[in-house]
């Protein structure tokens, strides 16, 4: 069920020389999570402001440097011992707004009330682990349209067009992987 985020390891250990540049300048954590929110937001701009095959190449970069940002910070964070709640709430809401503003670019490119289904499902999985998290059990992760696969799907939709196509595919399949967290948390509780 963990999908890509399977390739979280590997992609960590991609990122360990960027990691450890990171130590040595003494960047904060926060620092990086604010900066996931840019490339979000930056690509949902991209998305919505660039035609279809042109959008491609700046929105699959700016998401690759979210999806690092989000990687690096909590990475950071563990590594050099300055772990805080507060850096844990604002982990969690800098990656519940880069996720919100790369979709934002849809609103140029297909019906509102399609683009508020696909965002408000694209949060569902992260509720649903959080709140498995707040009753005490192990985080979940992954599944069949985690954050990884929300990503790629914007760019499929920025390099065809298909945004309406996408919308569906972030609706249906986050709302999927919310229900198999649930199940899983619901099993593995007392």
């Known amino acids: 069920m963990n999908g890509l985020y399977a390739l979280k390891p590997w992609y960590a250990d991609r990122l360990s020389g960027v990691r450890a540049a990171l130590v040595r300048r003494t960047v904060s954590p926060d620092a990086l999570t604010a900066a996931g929110v840019v490339c979000g937001a930056a690509a949902g701009a991209s998305l919505a402001w660039l035609p279809a095959g042109i959008a491609a190449l700046p929105v699959a970069v700016l998401l690759a440097g979210r999806l690092a940002f989000a990687n690096l910070d909590g990475a950071l964070a563990r590594e050099t011992g300055r772990t805080t709640r507060r850096g844990a709430i604002l982990n969690e809401l800098g990656d519940r707004a880069a996720d919100l503003l790369a979709l934002a670019g849809f609103l140029a490119l297909a019906p509102l009330w399609l683009v508020l289904l696909a965002a408000l499902a694209a949060t569902l999985p992260s509720w649903v682990s959080l709140a498995g998290a ?53 099993r593995a509780a007392p």
């Open 134 to 186: 707040a009753a005490g059990a192990p985080r979940l992760n992954g599944g069949p349209v985690g954050k990884t696969e929300r990503c790629l799907l914007v760019v499929v939709a920025a390099a065809t067009g298909w945004a309406v196509p996408a919308l569906w595919a972030v609706a249906a399949g986050s709302a999927a992987t919310a229900a198999l967290r649930l199940v899983r948390l619901w």
